[in-house]
């Protein structure tokens, strides 16, 4: 019996269902001072960091409460609430000069800052309900105040947050407690429309509540809690003039990071559910963390408060929960996650703000009242061009750095993605659907699968189909004949165990001498058991990738 078992265990490891310990440890979160990344099916795993601090600016007159930072024409613009001021840095990241706002008011409210191209600055103050606009000297322009329509509910709690201007003069507003949209107003403050609006998810809380809004009376309905699409946290514009925006909400949700087009829908670039293996997280909708956090006070997950997208297109969103940011393209690829939560340097404690100065990330933490650079490393230096590359369609010339990032970072799902469509392209299509596989991209798997067979049929055409000829006139030989000897030994089973042939050609006699007269056999019944598991086994492990509906690494034998 031990020499069995151990056969059977010799057996499921080298067919890759039984792994080390040591796999799923590496499925954890990684702890804070780790750079790690995800794979495809949403499992945390160590990676190279492609982000590293390199600097942190703190004045000698320090910053007091900072809320908001933009770049504009190579300077850094940091809104300092608590001193209200407005500090100015050059590209040594050496304060120019302050911006001391003359408004009545004050600023010390301020929460989002915004730089027009005619440099004019927008601050938003959500305690006094207003957008103050001011000069570079600091002298106040206009004062735009809390927009009226017909389409804003009566009540509606108004406190604007984060805007952005088009070329045309159009002002995009997210505010806190509009679940309408983005808020669009002409330059004079007033309100034109909403604009990308949220969809409540579907689900059963909101099936029930359509439901009672058909059957119960409008006092009735006045007594129901609302069920509100979430409201915009940021917002920020490319150079091309597209509108991004991001959704601080503790739950996963389809859409919280979106590019609008002009009509307000969101065009990022998602896998479709049919072109992904089953499970697939990444690339198809999910931001932030990817798992969450068991502590003390309960669940941590991830809250996206702030994003900026940089010249070349590439995203970067703040995580205020988990102190990190995420870095994506345009497709959706997670590309790396850094940032740090704890006490030591050079650690984020209480981030509020991203923006993106050249090749680097600035994150402004609130708590340490100092302003941190992140500089891309060289494996985030290879990674960008190689994602240049890739963007642009130019697969041959991106497979050498895919190839060296895969050695840094094998479990990089877009490395494996850009190696399979060189090798498609060069006509290696075996090895594509290696990489295909492992980037689990079924539509690109499928192109390979189908050139890679049709390639192979050619050769072997002829003599596959001979062979099968002959194979099927042999088996059907073997077949008649086992058949008249088991026909001819029916009587035999009157005096002995039922056989499985006999009971498969002669299943109403044999199952009915299994019940009544009690002769089935133990040995067969057992042996049929053994083969149904490790059919089942085999069958998991080696289905084909196109069929498959399973994770190999949650198999639990």
Same mark, same amino acid.
């Given at each position: 019996?031990?020499?069995?078992? /151990?056969? =059977?265990?010799?057996?499921?490891?080298?067919?890759?269902?039984?792994?080390?310990?040591?796999?799923?440890?590496?499925?954890?979160?990684?702890?804070?001072?780790?750079?790690?990344?995800?794979?495809?099916?949403?499992?945390?795993?160590?990676?190279?960091?492609?982000?590293?601090? +390199? @600097?942190?600016?703190?004045?000698?007159?320090?910053?007091?409460?900072?809320?908001?930072?933009?770049?504009?024409?190579?300077?850094?613009?940091?809104?300092?609430?608590?001193?209200?001021?407005?500090?100015?840095? $050059?590209?040594?990241?050496?304060?120019?000069?302050?911006?001391?706002?003359? *408004?009545?008011?004050?600023?010390?409210?301020?929460?989002?800052?915004?730089?027009?191209?005619?440099?004019?600055?927008?601050?938003?103050?959500?305690?006094?309900?207003?957008?103050?606009?001011?000069?570079?000297?600091?002298?106040?322009?206009?004062?735009?105040?809390?927009?009226? +329509?017909?389409?804003?509910?009566?009540?509606?709690?108004?406190?604007?947050?984060?805007?952005?201007?088009?070329?045309?003069?159009?002002?995009?507003?997210?505010?806190?407690?509009? *679940?309408?949209?983005?808020?669009?107003?002409?330059?004079?403050?007033?309100?034109?429309?909403?604009?990308?609006?949220?969809?409540?998810?579907?689900?059963?809380?909101?099936?029930?509540?359509?439901?009672?809004?058909?059957?119960?009376?409008?006092?009735? @309905?006045?007594?129901?809690?609302?069920?509100?699409? =979430?409201?915009?946290?940021?917002?920020?514009?490319?150079?091309?003039?597209?509108?991004?925006?991001?959704?601080?909400?503790?739950?996963?949700?389809?859409?919280?990071?979106?590019?609008?087009?002009?009509?307000?829908?969101?065009?990022?670039?998602?896998?479709?559910?049919?072109?992904?293996?089953?499970?697939?997280?990444?690339?198809?909708?999910?931001?932030?963390?990817?798992?969450?956090?068991?502590?003390?006070?309960?669940?941590?997950?991830?809250?996206?408060?702030?994003?900026?997208?940089?010249?070349?297109?590439?995203?970067? !969103?703040?995580?205020?929960?988990?102190?990190?940011?995420?870095?994506?393209?345009?497709?959706?690829?997670?590309?790396?996650?850094?940032?740090?939560?704890?006490?030591?340097?050079?650690?984020?404690?209480?981030?509020? /703000?991203?923006?993106?100065?050249?090749?680097?990330?600035?994150?402004?933490?609130?708590?340490?009242?100092?302003?941190?650079?992140?500089?891309?490393?060289?494996?985030?230096?290879?990674?960008?061009?190689?994602?240049?590359?890739?963007?642009?369609?130019?697969?041959?010339?991106?497979?050498?750095?895919?190839?060296?990032?895969?050695?840094?970072?094998?479990?990089?799902?877009?490395?494996?993605?850009?190696?399979?469509?060189?090798? =498609?392209?060069?006509? $290696?299509?075996?090895?594509?659907? !290696?990489?295909?596989?492992?980037?689990?991209?079924?539509?690109?798997?499928?192109?390979?699968? +189908?050139?890679?067979?049709?390639?192979?049929?050619?050769?072997?055409?002829?003599?596959?189909?001979?062979?099968?000829?002959?194979?099927?006139?042999?088996?059907?030989?073997?077949?008649?004949?086992?058949?008249?000897?088991?026909?001819? +030994?029916?009587? $035999?089973?009157?005096?002995?165990? !039922?056989?499985?042939?006999?009971?498969?050609?002669?299943?109403?006699?044999?199952?009915?001498?299994?019940?009544?007269?009690?002769?089935?056999?133990?040995?067969?019944?057992?042996?049929?058991?053994?083969?149904? =598991?490790? !059919?089942?086994?085999?069958?998991?492990?080696?289905?084909?990738?196109?069929?498959?509906?399973?994770?190999?690494?949650?198999?639990?034998?």
């Amino acid at each position: 019996m031990k020499k069995l078992i /151990a056969v =059977f265990t010799i057996i499921l490891v080298f067919s890759g269902i039984v792994s080390v310990s040591a796999a799923d440890m590496s499925r954890r979160t990684q702890t804070p001072d780790r750079s790690y990344n995800y794979t495809a099916y949403g499992e945390s795993i160590a990676a190279p960091a492609a982000y590293m601090v +390199s @600097k942190t600016v703190e004045l000698p007159q320090k910053f007091n409460a900072p809320t908001d930072l933009y770049v504009f024409d190579d300077k850094i613009y940091v809104l300092d609430s608590g001193n209200e001021r407005i500090v100015v840095l $050059d590209e040594n990241f050496e304060m120019l000069r302050e911006i001391r706002v003359i *408004y009545e008011g004050g600023i010390k409210d301020a929460y989002g800052l915004y730089i027009h191209n005619n440099s004019n600055i927008y601050i938003t103050l959500p305690e006094q309900k207003k957008i103050i606009v001011c000069t570079q000297d600091g002298k106040l322009l206009q004062t735009i105040n809390e927009p009226k +329509s017909p389409l804003i509910p009566n009540g509606t709690v108004y406190k604007p947050k984060r805007l952005v201007i088009t070329n045309d003069d159009i002002i995009y507003l997210v505010a806190e407690g509009i *679940y309408y949209g983005i808020m669009q107003l002409d330059i004079n403050g007033n309100f034109l429309s909403f604009y990308g609006a949220n969809t409540v998810e579907p689900g059963l809380e909101n099936f029930l509540s359509n439901l009672y809004n058909k059957i119960f009376t409008n006092e009735m @309905k006045s007594k129901v809690e609302r069920r509100l699409p =979430f409201e915009y946290a940021s917002i920020d514009i490319d150079t091309q003039g597209f509108i991004y925006s991001s959704v601080a909400t503790d739950v996963s949700s389809n859409g919280q990071i979106k590019k609008h087009n002009p009509s307000g829908d969101n065009i990022l670039g998602f896998k479709d559910a049919a072109d992904v293996s089953n499970g697939v997280k990444l690339s198809v909708g999910d931001y932030g963390d990817l798992e969450t956090n068991l502590t003390t006070s309960g669940y941590i997950t991830s809250l996206l408060t702030d994003l900026t997208v940089d010249k070349d297109g590439y995203l970067f !969103v703040l995580d205020t929960s988990r102190n990190k940011v995420f870095h994506y393209d345009q497709n959706n690829n997670l590309l790396s996650i850094f940032g740090t939560q704890s006490d030591d340097y050079g650690a984020l404690q209480e981030p509020v /703000a991203v923006d993106t100065f050249g090749d680097d990330c600035l994150v402004l933490d609130k708590k340490q009242n100092a302003l941190l650079v992140y500089s891309m490393t060289d494996y985030g230096t290879v990674l960008k061009e190689a994602c240049g590359l890739y963007n642009e369609q130019k697969y041959a010339e991106a497979d050498k750095l895919w190839q060296q990032i895969a050695q840094l970072n094998n479990n990089l799902v877009i490395a494996h993605d850009g190696i399979g469509k060189a090798a =498609f392209g060069r006509g $290696d299509y075996k090895t594509a659907m !290696v990489h295909f596989e492992q980037a689990c991209n079924k539509l690109n798997y499928n192109e390979a699968f +189908s050139a890679y067979r049709d390639e192979i049929m050619i050769k072997i055409a002829p003599f596959l189909f001979t062979a099968i000829g002959i194979g099927l006139i042999a088996l059907w030989i073997v077949l008649s004949k086992a058949g008249k000897r088991v026909s001819a +030994s029916g009587a $035999d089973v009157k005096q002995g165990k !039922v056989s499985p042939i006999y009971t498969m050609l002669h299943p109403f006699e044999g199952y009915e001498t299994v019940k009544y007269e009690k002769r089935g056999s133990l040995l067969y019944a057992n042996l049929i058991l053994l083969l149904l =598991f490790l !059919v089942r086994i085999f069958s998991l492990r080696f289905t084909g990738f196109l069929f498959s509906t399973v994770n190999y690494n949650n198999i639990n034998i």
